[in-house]
Structure formats: structure tokens, C-alpha cells
């Protein structure tokens, strides 16, 4: 069974940091996650869920949404099934809840690609 299971959300006031962890157990796909891209997602209240950024399996390369540019970084650790997401200067609409995922494509944005789901964490960014 694959497990995802995000940390590190909060409250943050803006033009803070947060950092979001995620650690995947099991065989997604029968493969190991270094065999997956690992992505982040959120959604917020009243909105459809939208891509953040993706680290891929193909070569490490890494995607980000144009809102989060120059601001988010995503990394992970292979050998610990890890993917974690830096957040800097937080702005009021980057609150949402965060998910990761895991898509067997070595680049997707497109949510429907992603084959599993944490449970989600949520940041809350004060004005």
C-alpha cells in the first residue's frame, strides 16, 4: 500500500517561510518513488486544485508554477522517499491546503497524471 503523508504547514504572517515535508512509503506503480516524479499541489477554498511545483525522476529537473517562481523550491532525497517544498516569501493567496503526489510521467503538471495522493496540509498565510 502507498502511503503519503505531508508536514510541516501553519500559520505564517506574510513575507514568511514555511517548509513542507512529505514521506511516501510503499511501491507506486510496483516501482520505487525514485522511478516517479514527486510533485506538490494545493487547493484552496472554493477552487479547483492547481500545480506548484514537481521534482522529476528524469535527470532531477524541476518545474514550478509562474505564481510561485523565484519564491518555492522543491527537493527531495531518494533514499528517503522524501520531497519537500521551501517556501519563501509567503504572500495571503498562496494559503491553501498542499498536497503531494507522485506521477510515473517524468513531467506532468496535469493533476489527472498524478497516481497518488497525500492527505494534504494546511498553510495559512496572515496579511
Known amino acids: 500500500q502507498v502511503q503519503l503523508i505531508e508536514s510541516g504547514g501553519g500559520l505564517v504572517q506574510d513575507g514568511g517561510s514555511l517548509r513542507l515535508s512529505c514521506a511516501g512509503s510503499g511501491r507506486p506503480s510496483g516501482r520505487g518513488f525514485d522511478s516517479h516524479t514527486m510533485g506538490w499541489f494545493r487547493q484552496a477554498p472554493g477552487l479547483e486544485r492547481e500545480f506548484v511545483a514537481a521534482?522529476?525522476?528524469?535527470?532531477?529537473?524541476?518545474y514550478y508554477a509562474d505564481s510561485v517562481k523565484g519564491r518555492f523550491t522543491v527537493s527531495r532525497d531518494n533514499a528517503k522517499n522524501t520531497v519537500s517544498l521551501q517556501m519563501t516569501s509567503l504572500r495571503p493567496e498562496d494559503t491553501a491546503v498542499y498536497f503531494c503526489a507522485v506521477s510515473s510521467w517524468h513531467y506532468t503538471t496535469d493533476l489527472n497524471n498524478y497516481e497518488c495522493w497525500g492527505q494534504g496540509t494546511q498553510v495559512t498565510v496572515s496579511s
Open positions: 521534482k522529476s525522476w528524469v535527470g532531477g529537473a524541476t
